[in-house]
Nanobody
Framework: QVQLVESGGGLVQAGGSLRLSCTAS??????MGWFRQAPGKEREFVAT????????VYADSVKGRFTISRDNAKIAVYLQMNSLKPEDTAVYYC???????????????WGQGTQVTVSS
């Protein structure tokens, strides 16, 4: 059983940056990912990275603005968010998957979520 803990959310103006962090309770070879969910919306894929850091996938909506990375020694995954837009406002979730994928149902473990609010 893997537990995930997130931090780094907050309030930022449009065009600003935030860095989200997610730490795992134990070393893992699982694929790690970030998802987000706005009120009244379905949970949306943001980015994933495999255990070695050699395979990375981004949603088209964040490509070129967000960067996902992981530090296996620290058992952590990060999401650097630049050029933030009001439409990026959502609760962001860290997740881990035993099989990989970009659908929420592909992921077995989830963090508690952290609120990101971008003002115009």
């Amino acid at each position: 059983q893997v537990q995930l803990v997130e931090s780094g959310g907050g309030l930022v103006q449009a065009g600003g940056s935030l860095r989200l962090s997610c730490t795992a309770s134990a070393r893992t070879f699982l694929t790690m990912g970030w998802f987000r969910q706005a009120p009244g919306k379905e949970r949306e894929f943001v980015a994933t990275v495999n255990w070695s850091g050699t395979s990375i996938v981004y949603a088209d909506s964040v490509k070129g603005r967000f960067t996902i990375s992981r530090d296996n020694a620290k058992i952590a995954v990060y999401l650097q968010m630049n050029s933030l837009k009001p439409e990026d406002t959502a609760v962001y979730y860290c997740a881990a998957s035993s099989r990989g994928g970009i659908a929420a149902h592909d992921y077995n473990y989830w963090g508690q979520g952290t609120q990101v609010t971008v003002s115009s």
